[in-house]
């Protein structure tokens, strides 16, 4: 597929860091529906992608957050990407909420 620009990345995350999409995305491992609907926000905003490139780019963008990430917990500084911080306010914090869902 073609590159994601800057502000297509930015979409997806604004439309990723909506609470509804994300309790979606965690409760369910057949995401399409999900990321079809993602698509169809994009196109609002212009951005034409299909639910398989919308896909794609968040597994990409997730992995890339975690060895990051993890690279930081370890002391590492050298390891950074763009939309760290964005990311970081959607998946810095879900660990957390895994852990307190699991008690009731």
């Known amino acids: 597929g073609k590159h994601w620009t800057v502000n297509e ?20 491992v057949r995401n399409k529906r999900i990321f079809e609907q993602v ?5 609002k905003f212009g951005i034409d992608r299909d639910w ?3 896909r794609t780019k968040y597994k990409n963008l997730k992995h890339e957050y ?8 370890s002391g590492s500084t050298s390891r950074s990407m ?3 911080n964005e990311l970081d ?5 879900s660990t957390m909420e895994h852990a307190s869902k699991s008690d009731n």
């Open 52 to 54: 398989k490139q919308c």
């Open 82 to 84: 763009k939309f760290f």
């Open 89 to 93: 306010a959607i998946l810095g914090h």
């Open 66 to 73: 975690k060895s990051v990430k993890s690279a930081q917990d």
């Open 9 to 28: 990345v930015r979409a997806l995350i604004r439309i990723w860091s909506d609470k509804n999409i994300q309790q979606q995305l965690e409760g369910t």
């Open 39 to 43: 698509a169809a926000r994009l196109q």
